[in-house]
């Protein structure tokens, strides 16, 4: 499906708005566009959690925008990943990040509806993340499934290399 927001709607408020009225609960996201705002946030991996948001004042081109949308705890979850760019005093600038929070100038986003595959996040105890599972008809959509590491493989065997020829 093809979703427009128009100038002044801010993500990811209308997105998960127009998912719903769709009832969209599990895909993939793609965009591009323009914003007059927006908030991005790095995840530290030493901490396990993300860094402060980072705003970027003014407008701003969506070079890429790419995510996903499963549930969580019931609710439509998007997980939204950005690269923008802008212009400032030193000439084109770049930055990347989980887009937390963006008003819109104009975005065009291409939503690949996964109708047979239905997605929760679960909390992931190996990284800190909120990761994509398959949801099981089994678990109720209010309980949020947890990932657990899975058990410890044995080192594979690997072959001797070539002996080298005198």
């Known amino acids: 499906m093809i979703i427009r927001l128009d100038r002044g709607e801010e993500l990811p408020a209308a997105l998960v708005r127009a998912l719903d009225e769709a009832e969209a609960r599990a895909g993939w996201i793609e965009g591009i566009g323009s914003l007059e705002k927006a908030e991005i946030a790095l995840f530290d991996q030493a901490s396990r959690a993300y860094a402060k948001t980072r705003v970027l004042e003014g407008p701003c081109d969506v070079v890429a925008l790419s995510g996903s949308v499963a549930l969580q705890q019931g609710e439509t979850s998007l997980r939204l990943s950005a690269t923008l760019a802008r212009e400032s005093g030193v000439g084109l600038q770049l930055a990347a990040g989980e887009l937390v929070w963006a008003r819109v100038y104009g975005l065009e986003l291409r939503v690949t509806a996964f109708d047979d595959l239905p997605l929760a996040r679960a909390f992931d105890d ?22 657990t590491p899975p058990a410890q493989a044995a080192e594979p065997t690997r072959a001797a290399p070539p002996a080298q020829a005198a």
């Open 126 to 147: 190996r990284t800190g993340l909120m990761q994509l599972v398959a949801q099981s008809t089994a678990i109720p959509a209010s309980e949020t499934p947890r990932l």
